[in-house]
């Protein structure tokens, strides 16, 4: 796929995650529910919701990571995807109807770890 258009599958990702994160209610529960309340689960587990922001930053990560092209500049974009994720996850101190909740920072973490590790044995398996 064409380099220029996975930044921009990216760049929009980045945008609706943000969007995501800092609107006051459910935009996705809203849509396939109905009410701004309700939190959908990408998988039913007992982790609940904080499962769904492991696959946000595990797809965020893989994504972004792809289009960095070498370990210097990955290891750069994978600082920058952790403090992202973190003042993402405290907005929710601040915004009405969100929480600041530890095992969602933590699965966000998660998430980016488990995809620094893939993107690591992408250039391993590469060289």
């Known amino acids: 796929m064409n380099k220029n258009i996975l930044k921009l599958f990216y760049y929009f990702s ?8 800092i609107y006051p209610g459910s935009i996705i529960g809203k849509i396939l529910y109905g009410d701004f309340a309700i939190q959908p689960n990408i998988l039913d587990h007992s982790v609940g919701t904080s499962l769904n922001h492991f696959f946000a930053f595990l797809y965020i990560t893989l994504l972004g990571g792809i289009i960095q092209y070498n370990a210097k500049r990955l290891n750069k974009f994978i600082l920058f995807i952790i403090i992202f994720s973190i003042i993402l996850e405290f907005f929710h ?18 998430g980016i770890i488990i995809g620094y590790l893939s993107l690591n044995l992408i250039l391993i398996l590469k060289k």
């Open 14 to 21: 980045l945008i609706i995650l943000i969007i995501i994160y």
């Open 93 to 110: 101190f601040f915004i009405p109807n969100r929480s600041f909740q530890i095992l969602d920072l933590v699965s966000n973490i998660f």
